[in-house]
T-cell receptor, first 111, second 114 residues
């Protein structure tokens, strides 16, 4: 069964304390892996797309990496404004636009 | 660009009532979709469209209808609301160009069915 699993479910960090969020997937023929940020009461906001193992992308304090089985979202020296739910999603096979989402990681960064 | 817009932002329905959730995008995206988000379940695909006049079912289509008469608009209709349809609904859109799949989401509609 196609599945996306995110861990941990929730993570509390002190400001400046770096960490990583995990997204593991079991799909055949991965086409793309996506990271989104979602603030309370808002729609998901696109962050990154990764297409192949070994690929990395960075944006400010965030860096996303991809292997054949999982992706990591590294957060370096986080600030309170990085607090949000981070969602991972994949597209696969011929269904190139149909997203399969994980349940997300709720990140809280305390000052 | 307004991006993806959704109306209403909040709605309360009684069981058995019908309503239409509106979604519009001004980015000339061919692909549009509807998701519902429930606690602990993640976002699940309801219906999607790859262009005007073309729609298809996603993972959880029962109780919902869609149509796509223009590129810009993709309304979601609840035929006879049930408490199980209490959820937050998101509309999204993207290009269909090969290699470009990221979808852009609207702000959501929070629906409560009593």
């Amino acid at each position: 069964e196609d599945q996306v699993t995110q861990s941990p479910e929730a993570l509390r960090l002190q400001e400046g304390e770096s960490s990583s969020l995990n997204c593991s997937y079991t799909v055949s023929g991965l086409r793309g892996l996506f990271w989104y940020r979602q603030d309370p009461g808002k729609g998901p906001e696109f962050l990154f797309t990764l297409y192949s193992a070994g690929e990395e992308k960075e944006k400010e304090r965030l860096k996303a990496t991809l292997t054949k089985k999982e992706s990591f979202l590294h957060i370096t020296a986080p600030k309170p404004e990085d607090s949000a739910t981070y969602l991972c999603a994949v597209t696969h096979g011929g269904a190139t636009n149909k997203l399969i989402f994980g349940t997300g990681t709720l990140l809280a960064v305390q000052p | 660009n307004a991006g993806v817009t959704q109306t209403p932002k909040f709605q309360v329905l009684k069981t058995g009532q019908s309503m239409t959730l509106q979604c519009a995008q001004d980015m000339n995206h061919e692909y549009m979709s509807w998701y519902r988000q429930d606690p602990g379940m993640g976002l699940r695909l309801i219906h999607y469209s790859v262009g005007a006049g073309i729609t298809d079912q996603g993972e959880v289509p029962n109780g919902y209808n869609v149509s796509r008469s223009t590129t810009e608009d993709f309304p979601l209709r609840l035929l006879s609301a049930a408490p199980s349809q209490t959820s937050v609904y998101f509309c999204a859109s993207s290009l269909m160009t090969i290699g470009t799949y990221e979808q852009y989401f609207g702000p959501g509609t929070r629906l409560t069915v009593t």
